[in-house]
């Protein structure tokens, strides 16, 4: 029978402390401690809704199958209760992008876009993705032997990449830069800008979206190609354009969810494989491992840290009796490292066969859209690379963000000889 206690654990702040993700070795070492004792773990912490966070991979698994049961809202995005104070007191409505609507509406949204990201689809961009990660890769010519290989090659990669799926040019790739880590990377301070003011930063970024991605939409309504901007332009639902709202969202999640995720994945599996010499230059030896290394790479870093969802009934889930307007955290790095389903959890392993087995992505209704685009990113990334440089190795102690919903190392110092 499942048990009603509802009395909180301090360990779980670990989940939206945006510092407890700096150190990641220590953040893991909490989690594996709550994943033992307390796997679905109730979280009360001042200025947040409380919530039940769900740490093993086969509850994180049952609430992303159960969307009956578990929906996705408005409030998605696990944050304080003050950024949707701050949003409604701006006049600017909620977000409504794919991961905040549930049911058919988010079945029809989807639709829009969901052929243009099928693996068949996909495979099609490979010319393209290998030619911008040959591009970023010569760039470390240029670099004298040493470089941060987030900020110099994973970043700038993974931003082209998106842009270039969009169809929109090389200038505003600073600008788009801006923008998205104004909203995501908002908890990390070396991104924030100037925060003093949250609610005019918040507002200057969300109009200067929806400045940017109108014109766009008219220029591809004009003039449409085979890009995804003309498919979200000319985009309708139930036979109706798409909302302008639905629109400037669906633009914001492709473009926000679409980079900082893909070169957070690179740089954290990059830092291992730099402590795994022997791995690297396996890879290096025979490229046909960078798949799975890839796997491994998105498993180890499981770059967005969890989503909420709300109950919509009373529901037990790993002994615990879940009620009805309750919400849970998905904790997919937890998942991940869940020692009932992967070998040996902690150990970074390029050839390992569990890797596939891994929740970076979620699963079920809102599965990423584009994780066939990001495995073929950080693959393609890794190949080109270590097919250039000879020697590469850590010249630094890298760094982690401090953010709790998207984070990863952001700065990996390294020096390196090219072939
Ligand atoms: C390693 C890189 C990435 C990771 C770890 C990641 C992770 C995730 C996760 C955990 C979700 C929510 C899944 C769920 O609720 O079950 C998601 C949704 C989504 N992702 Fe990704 N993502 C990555 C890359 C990308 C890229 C490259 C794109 C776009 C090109 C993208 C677009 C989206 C979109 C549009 C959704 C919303 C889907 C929906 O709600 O129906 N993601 N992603």
Redesign the pocket.
């Known amino acids: 029978m499942a048990g009603t206690d509802t009395s909180t654990d301090p360990r779980g702040l670990a989940f939206i402390t945006p510092e407890a993700f700096t150190d990641m070795e220590q953040w893991h070492a909490t989690v594996r401690e709550l994943r033992r004792e307390s796997p679905v773990v109730r979280v009360e912490a001042e200025g947040w809704p409380s919530f039940w966070a769900v740490t093993r991979h086969a509850d994180v698994f049952e609430v ?1 199958r159960r969307s009956d049961v578990f929906w ?1 809202t408005e409030k ?1 995005a696990p944050g304080p209760d003050v950024q949707y104070d701050l949003l409604q007191a701006s006049g600017i409505e909620l977000p409504r ?5 549930h049911g058919d509406i ?1 079945q029809k ?2 639709e829009v ?1 969901s052929e243009w ?1 099928k693996p068949a689809a996909v495979k099609h961009l490979q010319p393209n993705i290998e030619q911008i990660a040959d591009e970023y890769v010569a760039r470390l010519d240029d670099l004298g032997g040493q470089c941060d290989l987030a900020a110099d090659l994973a970043v700038p990669f ?1 931003i082209r ?2 842009m270039s ?1 969009f169809g929109v040019p090389r200038e505003d790739e600073g600008f788009m830069l801006e923008l998205t880590q104004g909203l995501f990377g908002a908890a990390d301070p070396e991104y924030l800008g100037d925060f003093s003011d949250p609610m005019s930063l918040i507002t200057s970024t969300i109009n200067r979206f929806e400045t940017y991605f109108d014109e766009l939409s008219a220029q591809r309504r004009a003039h449409p190609t085979d890009d995804l901007a003309t498919v979200l332009a000319n985009g309708t639902v139930d036979g109706e354009p798409l909302g302008e709202l639905e629109r400037l969202w ?1 633009y914001i ?2 473009a926000t ?3 900082d ?2 070169s ?2 690179f740089s954290g599996g990059m830092e291992q494989l730099l402590r795994h010499q022997d791995q690297l230059r396996m890879i290096q030896q025979d490229p046909s491992l960078a798949a799975n290394a890839a796997e491994e790479m ?1 498993r180890w ?4 840290r969890s ?1 909420f ?1 709300w109950a919509q009934q009373d529901h037990e889930l790993g002994g615990v009796l879940i009620r009805e307007g309750d919400v849970v955290l ?1 904790s ?1 790095p937890s998942a991940n490292r869940d020692e009932d389903v992967f070998e040996d959890p902690d150990r970074f392993d390029v050839t390992r066969t569990d890797a596939d087995k891994l ?13 066939q ?3 073929r ?2 693959r393609t990334l890794l190949v080109k690379l270590l097919e250039r440089v000879d020697t590469i190795e850590l010249a630094g102690a890298p760094e982690w963000s401090g953010a709790h919903f ?1 984070s990863g190392v952001k700065h990996l110092p390294v020096s390196y000889t090219l072939r």
């Open positions: 992303s996705n998605s992008t794919l991961v905040h609507l988010h949204y989807r876009t990201f993974t990449v998106i799926i669906y999640i492709i969810a679409g980079h995720t893909t957070y994945a998105i870093t499981s770059p967005v989503f969802r998905t997919y929740l970076s992505f979620g699963l079920g209704m809102h599965y990423c859209l584009g994780a685009v990001a495995r990113e950080v998207v």
